[in-house]
């Protein structure tokens, strides 16, 4: 399947079959809900609901309104991932600012990475860092075209970071392009 634009909304991703997808991509927003709206007044406060990808409809709740729990919002929590059945899912590339990033408390890290684990993808490839869409693009290009030549996740992703690394003469060498 593939949405844009409107058609991305957190409906159609909640309703996606994933028994039927092996490898999965999304390209948007990656945000803390609690730097748009104040997430305790919202019982919000819960770091698997504060870390989010941001879907056709968010631009509403990071904007100040309120919409009520009973209906999808284009908020996707981690905890809303979770609670979906993505077992079959072997490979998740979520090119999202700081989509690695969580929560850090006493039994591990609380955010995206977590909700997409506990809905059982077996690989993840998110950033820890601001995306420069540019050299995303072709980090993307690149890691698709390498398992497509046969290569495991791992061989795949390193070329493709290679690549990444020397592309413009080395311009984006420095690591706060790729991680």
Known sequence: SFYCDGTATEVRFKSEHWNNVDVFFIETHG????NYV?????GKDNPMENHTLA???????????IVPDSIDDGILTAKEISELDM???????VSACKSALGEIREDGVYGL????????VRSLIMATDDIVDYVSGQLWIQLFRNLAKGMTKREALLE??????TMDDGAFSHPKYWT
Not at 38 to 42: G, H, L
Not at 55 to 65: F, H, P
């Open 87 to 93: 077992h079959n899912v072997d490979l998740a590339v």
């Open 31 to 34: 945000l803390f809900l609690s």
């Open 55 to 65: 879907l056709a409809g968010a631009s509403y709740v990071l904007e100040g309104g």
């Open 38 to 42: 104040d997430v305790s007044t919202q």
């Open 113 to 120: 990475m977590r909700g997409f684990k506990q809905a059982g």
């Open 160 to 165: 493709g970071l290679k690549y990444i690394r």
